[in-house]
């Protein structure tokens, strides 16, 4: 990689964390991308200069990963990673002009998400609620993670980041930092409060130190709980509700949603919960709700 690319895409980088906000998931993943990208240019194209770029070698890289066997998502998300990048780098003068104008992404495969059941769900909560019978503090503050992450539909980077001052018990709303830098206010009901004023009594005294900082959910060395820890008590929690799908915290926000409208909430108000910028985004789970609906009826209707 040449200096100058090298130091265009440092540059970028430090646009996506001060300019728009993005989360370190988000700006690691864009940053991979286009390394990729990078080196397929120089590797494949004989190309250093991201000047002498042009659609036909945007094209070339995305018909390589498709080859390659790469998901049609993975493609469509690096695609968005070269458009941005290239359009920035053509407004703020470092190329002469955009070559990914005309760069078209594949479509996203229209898979619904899995979701479990109302019944499983519980079934979850309630593994987690007996597990935590013994007070360990790990055990405590699992069966508090998985309660919120289900009550209020928050993604496990929103819940990591979350400090003890966010959570208003006496309310029962949650205050959350989204995607982009955009608060928003999330309610959640006495189930997750039991588990949450449990997890604080009981169990973060027992792993808080001095490094603990105003975190709400800590590790067992007392520091800010890192999302892998959480996806990893969800997953081994659900292996404990028979039949139910193998899903992670996400799954989790997902079956939220899902049953939120299955209740017969407002499709704005769940959009205003999950944080989700379109209402398109949302309105995937109105299929999810409906193709659950048409299983059911023909599981019991004698006539279906």
Not at 106 to 128: F, W
Not at 252 to 267: F, M, N, W
Request: proline fraction near 4%.
């Amino acid at each position: 990689m040449s200096q100058s690319t090298e130091q265009t895409l440092a540059a970028f980088e430090r646009h996506l964390r001060s300019e728009r906000g993005r989360s370190e998931h988000t700006t690691r993943a864009y940053l991979s991308d286009l390394r990729g990208l990078v080196d397929f240019l120089e590797t494949d194209c004989g190309i250093t200069d991201l000047a002498d770029v042009g659609l036909r070698e945007l094209r070339g890289w995305l018909a390589a990963q498709a080859e390659s066997g790469a998901a049609r998502s993975t493609i469509a998300r690096r695609s968005a990673a070269a458009r941005t990048f290239l359009g920035w780098a053509a407004r703020t003068g470092r190329i002469d002009h955009d070559p990914s104008l005309r760069l078209a992404a594949p479509k996203r495969a229209g898979h619904l998400p899995e979701v479990l059941r109302q019944s499983d769900a519980t079934a979850l909560m309630d593994i987690a609620a007996v597990a935590s019978d013994d007070q360990d503090s790990m055990h405590l503050r699992d069966r508090a993670a998985l309660e919120l992450l289900y009550a209020s539909g928050i993604r496990v980077g929103e819940l990591t980041a979350l400090d003890i001052d966010d959570l208003d018990l006496g309310r029962g709303v949650v205050r959350v930092m989204g995607k982009g830098g955009k608060e928003r206010t999330v309610p959640f009901g006495a189930p997750a409060r039991e588990a949450v004023v449990a997890w604080l009594t009981l169990g973060r005294p027992q792993v808080a130190g001095e490094g603990s900082g105003p975190a709400l959910l800590l590790g067992r060395r007392g520091r800010r709980v890192d999302p892998r820890q959480i996806r990893a008590a969800v997953h081994t929690l659900l292996e404990h509700v028979p039949n139910a799908p193998d899903l992670g915290p996400h799954g989790l926000r997902h079956s939220a949603a899902t049953h939120l409208l299955e209740g017969g909430a407002d499709l704005r108000l769940v959009q205003e919960l999950l944080g989700h910028a379109s209402l398109a985004t949302t309105q995937i789970y109105t299929h999810v709700s409906v193709d659950r609906l048409k299983q059911s009826y023909r599981q019991a209707h004698p006539r279906a």
